[in-house]
């Protein structure tokens, strides 16, 4: 019998659905800082320091929505010229997500368990982000694609967090309420989802098709 198999087009699929929300809501903050209606909630750190919100939300939009496409097999073996070019806008992206994430988190104020929880936590995946898509990088120019499949698919579930904020902070805090405390675990919470997933997703080929014989091709 042969091995059960996701469609070509499922995974990217999935996580360009997995962006969606956060894509839109990014999009509605764009328009009101270029003088559109405002319909999010008002935030005035927002409005007064613009630039590194508008840079987050464009790269953020740019490496969930392309990079969703890095998934798809059929992408990468008919068209590897694409798959390296749009791997390099990814890692510009993604450096601009890390980087303008880490300098938000350090000159916004938050509230005290938001602070308390969510700041070191920021601190150390955006690093951890801009670590992955630098080594990720590397490997590929040693063409070592073993090891940069590894760091970018960890780098981009770390990217991907806001999507799956959306589901932990909907399902958790209609279990378990809106405290802020509560709210700044559920949000905690999507990095270890998505680290977990990560994870289970590089290793998930070799446990579907179990231990290779003495002498096979790896």
């Not at 469609?7 to 809501?25: I, R």
């Not at 510009?92 to 988190?105: I, K, M, R, T």
């Amino acid at each position: 019998m042969m091995p059960t198999r996701l469609p070509t087009w499922g995974v990217p699929a999935a996580l360009v659905a997995l962006g969606v929300v956060p894509v839109v809501a990014g999009s509605l903050r764009l328009a009101e800082l270029s003088g559109g209606a405002a319909v999010l909630p008002p935030d005035g750190r927002y409005t007064a320091t613009p630039l590194p919100v508008v840079v987050h939300i464009v790269c953020a939009t740019v490496f969930a929505l392309l990079g969703a496409l890095q998934f798809a097999p059929g992408v990468r073996a008919r068209r590897p010229a694409w798959h390296r070019r749009a791997g390099r806008v990814l890692v510009v992206a993604g450096l601009g997500v890390a980087l303008s994430a880490l300098w938000l988190n350090q000159f916004f104020p938050n509230p005290d368990a938001d602070r308390q929880v969510l700041y070191p936590l920021r601190v150390v995946f955006g690093v951890a982000m801009v670590a992955g898509l630098v080594l990720g990088l590397l490997a590929a120019r040693r063409r070592d694609f073993g090891r940069h499949r590894v760091w970018m698919v960890r780098s981009y579930a770390i990217g991907l967090v806001a999507g799956t904020q959306v589901l932990t902070l909907g399902f958790g805090g209609a279990v378990l309420g809106r405290a802020p405390v509560t709210t700044a675990l559920l949000m905690a919470s999507a990095w270890v989802v998505n680290l977990v997933v990560a994870e289970w997703a590089l290793r998930w080929p070799a446990a579907r098709t179990g231990p290779r014989p003495a002498g096979a091709l790896a």
